[in-house]
């Protein structure tokens, strides 16, 4: 086994051990956690991507934004569904974040349900909480996010576990026809990271 895999098939609590250390060691990231926190946005989540593509990059010795094109945030607001708060909050970050060497792209979980279904054809049930939304995602792999808490710990959140992320393996999470996102993103994800395992989405 390569010692990309060192932490897979461990117990769930090294794996978020390492998850955490791995995210301590990333500047970045925590510039956006720690920014996060100051700005009291209600539920926040740094998620998906900027998460587990620099737990691929430290574990197979690549520069740790490799891969990353924006560094995806939630939160969840449903006292004003419209789109001039959600516009205000995104120019809020947008300015906050402009020194990092990737774009930091913020989303009200709370209206999801009023562009999805126009935009990608399915049907979507409201969310009630920005952590509801990771176990929609195409891929069980990529359903990680985070949290900078009032104490200085991080809080994971994982509905399906760390292994898989761990394990180099992205696996379809079928609860939505994500069909082609699921293969757009797992065949980008290879041209980056060779070690990773496609997983094919159910017949």
């Given at each position: 086994?390569?010692?990309?895999?060192?932490?897979a098939?461990?117990?769930?609590?090294?794996?978020r051990?390492?998850l955490?250390?791995?995210?301590?060691s990333?500047?970045?990231?925590?510039?956006?956690?720690?920014?996060l926190?100051?700005?009291?946005l209600?539920?926040?989540?740094?998620?998906?991507?900027?998460?587990?593509?620099?737990?691929?990059n430290?574990?197979?010795?690549?520069?740790?934004l490799?891969?990353?094109?924006?560094?995806?945030?939630?939160?969840?607001?449903?006292?004003?569904?419209?789109?001039?708060?959600?516009?205000?909050?995104?120019?809020?970050?947008?300015?906050?974040?402009?020194?990092?060497?990737?774009?930091?792209?913020?989303?009200?979980?709370?209206?999801?349900?009023?562009?999805?279904?126009?935009?990608?054809?399915?049907?979507?049930?409201?969310?009630?909480?920005?952590?509801?939304?990771?176990?929609?995602?195409?891929?069980?792999?990529?359903?990680?996010?985070?949290?900078?808490?009032a104490?200085?710990?991080?809080?994971?959140?994982?509905?399906?576990?760390?292994?898989?992320?761990?394990s180099?393996?992205?696996?379809?999470?079928?609860?939505?026809?994500?069909?082609?996102?699921?293969?757009?993103?797992?065949?980008?994800?290879?041209?980056?990271?060779?070690?990773?395992?496609?997983v094919?989405?159910?017949?």
């Open positions: 086994m390569g010692d990309h895999l060192k932490f098939g461990a117990d769930a609590a090294t794996q051990a390492a955490v250390q791995i995210m301590r990333q500047p970045e990231l925590m510039d956006v956690l720690e920014g926190r100051a700005l009291a209600p539920d926040p989540l740094l998620t998906s991507g900027a998460i587990y593509n620099t737990v691929w430290h574990l197979t010795g690549r520069p740790a490799t891969g990353v094109n924006d560094i995806d945030v939630f939160y969840f607001d449903g006292s004003d569904l419209s789109w001039g708060a959600e516009d205000k909050m995104i120019r809020a970050l947008e300015a906050r974040f402009a020194h990092l060497p990737v774009p930091v792209q913020v989303r009200n979980q709370a209206r999801v349900h009023l562009w999805f279904e126009q935009k990608f054809g399915s049907p979507f049930t409201p969310l009630t909480s920005s952590s509801e939304m990771l176990g929609r995602y195409a891929s069980k792999t990529h359903a990680v996010g985070a949290r900078l808490l104490d200085g710990e991080i809080e994971v959140f994982a509905p399906f576990g760390l292994d898989d992320m761990f180099f393996r992205m696996v379809p999470n079928p609860v939505l026809n994500n069909r082609i996102a699921h293969n757009k993103k797992g065949e980008r994800a290879l041209t980056f990271w060779p070690e990773l395992t496609l094919p989405w159910p017949d």
